[in-house]
Nanobody, 124 residues
């Protein structure tokens, strides 16, 4: 039974920070690249951050580059997203998923069933 459970979301004022966590079980976490996705109201789900299998490579959407940092702890089967300098445009439900593809720029979600996500709301 594969489980991906996101946590850490909440309310934040513009300019403040939040740290999201994703707990993964039921599959070999250490053998898979991972990503954070988000979906804002009225918009498609988008990939915001990617991390390679061993954490050596990361990629970010232009909209969050320089503000967000993705990391993983393979010994604990956890994925994190440190979000700094939050903006109202960051308001969305955030999800984690394993990803696969021929290269870092062309990945797709591995699990068709998404976790519950965690709501991030940035507002003054």
């Amino acid at each position: 039974q594969v489980q991906l459970v996101e946590s850490g979301g909440g309310l934040a004022q513009p300019g403040q920070s939040l740290r999201l966590s994703c707990s993964i079980s039921g599959f070999d976490f250490s053998s898979s690249a991972m990503s954070w996705y988000r979906q804002a109201p009225g918009k498609e789900r988008e990939l915001v951050a990617f991390i390679s299998m061993h954490g050596g490579r990361t990629r970010y959407a232009d909209s969050v580059k320089g503000r967000f940092t993705i990391s993983r702890d393979n010994s604990k089967n956890t994925l994190s997203l440190q979000m700094n300098s939050l903006e109202s445009e960051d308001t969305a439900v955030y999800y984690c998923n394993a990803v696969f593809g021929p290269d870092d720029r062309n990945v797709r979600p591995y699990f068709k069933s998404w976790g519950p996500g965690t709501q991030v709301t940035v507002s003054s």
